[in-house]
C-alpha cells in the first residue's frame, strides 16, 4: 500500500455515502476541488474535498464515497485550491494570511425568520431570501397545512489573531478593540476608519490586522 492510500485509511474514517452531497447546505466549494492534506510528519496525500461550515468539518470524496476528515490531532494543514484550512479546538478554521500577520475565520450560519409569504410570494416583512421547499411543493398539490414562513441564511464570522502568543477571538469593532489596551483604542478606531472595515468581510479584516502589526 502506497503512502497516499495510507494517510487515507488512517485519517478519513468516518463515512458518509455520498449522494449528490454538494446539494447540501454550508459547503466553501461549489464542488469538492482538488487539494493536498499535510500531516505534522510532513505526509501528504492529493484528493478532492470540501469544507462545511455549518459543521466545521472537513469532507474528503473518494470515488463515489464522501467521507469526513477525522484524526485532527495528526493534521497540519489542508490546502483546497489556493485556500488553506487548519485544525483548531476540534474543527477546521480558514487561515487567512498577510504580509505581516494572519489571522484564522471561522464562519457560523444563522438562519432568521423573515416573515410569512403573502398571496403573491411577497413576506409580509422585511426581505424574501428562501421559501421552504416543503411548503412550495404543499402549495403546489394543493395542501393547506403548510409552513409559509420565509427564512434567511445569515453568514457570521468570529476571527481569531494571535496576541502575546495566545488566540484572541473577535467578530466586530468592540470586541477587537478589547484586545488592545484603552491606551491604543483611540489609535486602533482611526485606523479602522482609514481602512473603511467592514467586519463582515474577512480580507478587510486580514488588512486591518496586518496594519495594526
Given at each position: 500500500?502506497?503512502?497516499a ?7 478519513f ?5 455520498f449522494v ?5 447546505n454550508?459547503y ?5 476541488t482538488?487539494?493536498q492534506?499535510i500531516?505534522?510528519?510532513?505526509q ?7 469544507y ?15 467521507m469526513?476528515v477525522e484524526?485532527?490531532?495528526d493534521?497540519?494543514?489542508?490546502i483546497?485550491d489556493?485556500?488553506?484550512f487548519?485544525?483548531?479546538e476540534g474543527?477546521?478554521?480558514?487561515v ?21 409569504v403573502?398571496a403573491m ?5 422585511g426581505t ?5 421547499v416543503n411548503?412550495?411543493?404543499q ?10 414562513k420565509?427564512y434567511?441564511?445569515?453568514?457570521k464570522?468570529?476571527?481569531f489573531m494571535n ?14 478593540l ?7 483604542h483611540d ?5 479602522i476608519k ?9 480580507d478587510?479584516?486580514?488588512?486591518l ?5
Open positions: 500500500m502506497n503512502i492510500k495510507t494517510i487515507i485509511t488512517t485519517l474514517l468516518t463515512v458518509i455515502f449528490n452531497a454538494q446539494e447540501s454550508g466553501y466549494f461549489k464542488d469538492f482538488n487539494g492534506v500531516l505534522k510528519n510532513k501528504f496525500a492529493r484528493g478532492k474535498f470540501n462545511n461550515f455549518v459543521n466545521h468539518q472537513m469532507h474528503f470524496l473518494n470515488g463515489g464515497v464522501d469526513i484524526n485532527l490531532q493534521i497540519d494543514t489542508i483546497i489556493k485556500t488553506r487548519i485544525p483548531f474543527r477546521f478554521v480558514e487567512m494570511k498577510g504580509k505581516n500577520a494572519s489571522i484564522l475565520v471561522e464562519m457560523n450560519v444563522n438562519t432568521r425568520e423573515q416573515g410569512k403573502g410570494g411577497v413576506a409580509t416583512h424574501v431570501q428562501s421559501i421552504d411548503a412550495r411543493f402549495r403546489v398539490n394543493g395542501e393547506n397545512n403548510m409552513d409559509i420565509v434567511k441564511d445569515e453568514i464570522y468570529t476571527y496576541v502575546k502568543g495566545g488566540w484572541k477571538s473577535f467578530h466586530n469593532q468592540a470586541t477587537f478589547k484586545l488592545f489596551p484603552k491606551k491604543r489609535a486602533v478606531k482611526e485606523i482609514s481602512l473603511d472595515v467592514d467586519f463582515d468581510h474577512p478587510e479584516v486580514t488588512k490586522c496586518n496594519e495594526i502589526n
